[in-house]
């Protein structure tokens, strides 16, 4: 177990809604990242979270935010989905500070029929 | 082309077979390199991180790095069932508070 907790496990949509996936980081992990990993892209990064504050955005379209609240729990937002925006999303957090390890959650698995 | 390239097998190899599995990069600014391992419906958990160039060994796995070449390894010794798995290469640039760059994974079965 790697500390991370994602929640939902599992989510079936249909195109066009919107859904919000959630991550509690380690306790003590002030850095929160969300990774896409779909099968013909590999693992990718969407947007990091530092203490609160946006950090760093990797490949997240506009139709997806995030944000992390003071409780240091992260929520990813999709909104307006497509049938491609099907895949697993990951959370990842890490001490940062000190050095690059994350710590991956179990993530969630999206389907958009 | 990506900035970290993995073949993506799948790789089939006996019980106790060794296992070499490799990752290219692009960008020479990458100094942390990391393996990590996948099951199936898990997420990632690391196997193996590193600093620059050289060998770190850990039990049955270790890890290269030749920066000059641009090219990492990791080295499965008598490799079991429980090692079949996805492993993911990943590096960056920096120490800490950077996204990881991964490769797209390996699939190993190892069979009994």
């Known amino acids: 177990d790697s500390g991370v907790t994602q929640t939902p496990k599992h989510l079936i949509t249909a195109t066009g809604q919107r859904v919000t996936l959630r991550c509690s980081p380690r306790?003590?992990?002030?850095?929160v990242y969300w990774y896409q990993q779909s099968l013909d892209q590999g693992l990718q990064f969407l947007i990091q979270?530092?203490?609160?504050?946006?950090?760093a955005k990797g490949n997240i379209l506009e139709r997806f935010s995030a944000q992390q609240f003071p409780d240091l729990h992260s929520e990813l937002n999709l909104s307006s989905l497509e049938l491609g925006d099907s895949a697993l999303y990951f959370c990842?957090?890490?001490?940062?500070?000190?050095?690059?390890?994350?710590?991956f959650g179990a993530g969630t698995r999206l389907s958009v029929l | 082309q990506k900035e970290v390239e993995q073949d993506p097998g799948p790789l089939s190899v006996p019980e106790g077979a060794i296992v070499s599995l490799n990752c290219t990069y692009s960008n020479s600014a990458f100094q942390y390199f990391m393996w990590y391992r996948q099951y199936s419906r898990k997420g990632p958990e690391l196997l193996m991180y590193?600093?620059?160039?050289g060998n770190k060994e850990d039990g049955r796995f270790t890890a290269q790095v030749d920066k000059s070449s641009k090219y990492i390894s990791l080295f499965i010794r008598d490799s079991q069932p429980s090692d079949s798995a996805t492993y993911l290469c990943?590096?960056?640039?920096?120490?800490?508070?950077?996204?990881?760059?991964f490769g797209k994974g390996t699939t190993l079965s190892v069979s009994s």
């Open positions: 590193t600093y620059s160039s």
């Open positions: 306790s003590g992990d002030l850095s």
């Open positions: 990842a957090s890490s001490v940062d500070f000190v050095s690059n390890i994350q710590y």
């Open positions: 979270y530092y203490n609160g504050e946006e950090r």
């Open positions: 990943a590096m960056s640039e920096h120490q800490a508070g950077t996204a990881l760059i």
